[in-house]
């Protein structure tokens, strides 16, 4: 919970910090850009460790201040053995909507701080016998674009998923995507 705080922070810095930026150039007018996001996952959990295809649709309100939502399936399993009965675990989806501060360094890289909500479904599987589980999750990371031109990028990003079931525990999520504006 305090690591949720932290990040919070962050985003507020990044969001209100921006402003008092654009005060100094000229008053930021109501002008939402909007983005795309296609690229691969990795999920690393105590239990396994996932791989998911991920997209993001997303408009920014200002260079400062923007939401996103995200959509990922699942691609690579955790196949494991216990007892020589062998098992998995299967990453079927996952969905979660933010709140993004953005502070742009130059025209091409900028940093990003978010912080949203989230739910995800796994499926395990042990000697035959599988389980569904459904998690909701707060999610906070922080990570960077770079853009080769007005509309064509990379971002990598880093997000933590706090499960609110005790029994979850925490996933670090590693992205790395291709950013289209629009």
Known sequence: MRNLAIIAGAVAVVAFGGSAVAQTAS???????????LGYSQLDH????????????GAKFNPYVG????????????????????????????????????LPVTDQFELFARGGYGTSKIKGEL????REVDGASWNYGAGANFFF???????GDWTRRDFTDSDAGEVD????????RF
């Not at 998995?88 to 953005?102: F, L, M, N, Q, R």
Request: aromatic share 12%; hydrophobic share 35%.
């Open 27 to 37: 008053a930021t007018q109501w002008n939402p850009t909007y983005y795309g996001t």
């Open 127 to 130: 000697g035959g016998i599988s």
């Open 149 to 155: 031109d007005a509309q064509n990028g990379v971002r």
């Open 67 to 102: 939401v996103e939502g995200e959509v990922s399936f699942g691609v690579k399993d955790d196949d494991f053995s216990i007892a020589g009965v062998d098992g998995s675990i299967k990453h079927e989806y996952d969905a979660a909507a933010y709140v993004v501060g953005t």
């Open 46 to 57: 105590s239990d396994g460790d996932l791989g998911a295809v991920t997209g993001r649709l």
């Open 173 to 180: 999520v590693y992205s790395v995507s291709y950013v289209r």
